[in-house]
């Protein structure tokens, strides 16, 4: 079985683009994943495609052949789908099959238009990720959603508003120098825990916001990086997958997210590792709880003990282990098909040293943490540098 290199990546701006379409946002990324790469496009053997709601945004199914058009490749072309763990779920498919010898370069990304949905209209699109019937027929949205599990979390751990406002300050300063960020602006506890409430315990700042955006990868096999000489210092050495009750009022535990765990047990298997060796994470804080909850899924915390990380400096820039120094969900933005290759885009220019902020980090091994729903569903990646 062959290793698995990151050839390239690319990335759009993240943010407000209501008049650009999903194909001219992946076109722009996944040109910068070829320029960065170094692969002729006729060498992709497939596309794998990361989308959620275009559907409803673009009214465009089938979308597969139309993105790899876009990005110039004649290969077969699939759309993924598993609402905000979309194209992690096209990453780690993408790497089995470069491990199985099914190809030896695969473009893999993903794309997201909501912008020009409105905010009524991109809630309401985002709430088929939540059980219709008796969910969001009830009146559920995710930010009532991961209120709910803020507040079961509070009730079983304890926790303050303070806390989950120092993840939203330390997101925030993380984003200040990275140029794809939607909010590149710094804000303090008190604007967080004076911004309007959206669903108590959380406020507007615990949210990440509506994104425009598309990501790219050029992932080849550790056969095909060698014949061809290309500089790809970093490999997706582990993955895993995991999956839970769609409805929350279905799940044993409100306060903890065990498709993580299980997605990140398989990950630190596959490559490997354990938890004390990992040096750097992106995870999917699509709001602040979130990622509390990621933090214990993933083993860097005990249950209980995540919630005063930021605020003790841990998960800062100059902290024993950054966490979301691309800014995050929270900052970076969320457009939802995109974001689980971004994390890995992001997490490969953070170990290969050309990030703003790779100078935080402080080992060689980094993981990506991308969640569906209410985490119904995940994907968590371990890529390492220099292996």
Do not use: W
């Not at 330390?170 to 959206?198: F, W």
């Not at 950054?322 to 220019?349: C, D, F, W, Y």
């Amino acid at each position: 079985m062959t290793g698995v290199r990151v050839a390239g990546v690319g990335l759009t701006h993240f943010g407000e683009h209501p008049e650009r379409t999903g194909r001219d946002l992946f076109a722009e990324a996944s040109e910068r994943a070829f320029a960065d790469a170094g692969v002729p496009r006729e060498d992709i053997e497939q596309l794998n495609y990361g989308n959620f709601m275009g559907a409803l945004s673009e009214h465009q199914g089938h979308q597969g052949p139309l993105m790899a058009e876009a990005a110039g490749l004649n290969a077969p072309a699939t759309r993924y789908e598993s609402a905000c763990a979309s194209s992690g779920v096209a990453v780690r498919e993408a790497v089995k099959d470069l491990r199985n010898g099914e190809a030896d370069a695969v473009l893999v990304g993903g794309a997201e238009r909501m912008n020009n949905l409105g905010t009524a209209g991109s809630t309401e699109g985002l709430a088929i990720a939540a059980d219709d019937l008796y969910e969001v027929r009830a009146g559920m949205t995710f930010p009532a959603a991961y209120a709910l599990m803020a507040r079961a979390y509070f009730d079983q751990y304890g926790g303050t508003q303070e806390d989950l406002a120092e993840i939203a300050v330390k997101n925030h300063d993380n984003a200040l120098g990275n140029e794809y960020a939607q909010y590149q602006s710094a804000i303090t506890v008190e604007d967080a825990l004076d911004a309007p409430t959206i669903a108590e315990p959380l406020g507007l700042f615990d949210a990440c916001p509506i994104t425009d955006g598309a990501s790219a990868a050029v992932l080849v096999s550790e056969e095909y990086a060698e014949a061809n000489e290309l500089d790809a210092p970093v490999a997706v050495t582990g993955t895993g997958q995991g999956g839970d009750k769609m409805a929350l009022q279905d799940r044993e535990f409100l306060a903890r997210t065990p498709a993580a765990e299980r997605a990140a047990e398989e990950a630190y298997a596959d490559a490997g590792i354990d938890t004390n060796d990992v040096a750097v994470a992106e995870v999917h804080d699509c709001f602040t709880i979130a990622e509390v909850l990621a933090l214990e899924a993933l083993d860097f915390y005990a249950p209980g003990e995540a919630i005063g990380a930021a605020a003790r400096g841990e998960t800062t820039r100059d902290g024993d282990r950054p966490i979301n120094l691309s800014g995050g969900l929270k900052a970076k933005g969320h457009p939802v098909g995109a974001t689980g290759t971004s994390q890995v885009v992001e997490m490969t220019r953070l170990l290969r040293g050309d990030h703003p902020n790779s100078d935080a980090v402080g080992g060689k091994v980094g993981v990506t943490h991308n969640a569906g729903g209410t985490v119904a569903s995940t994907t968590v990646h371990v890529l390492e540098v220099d292996v």
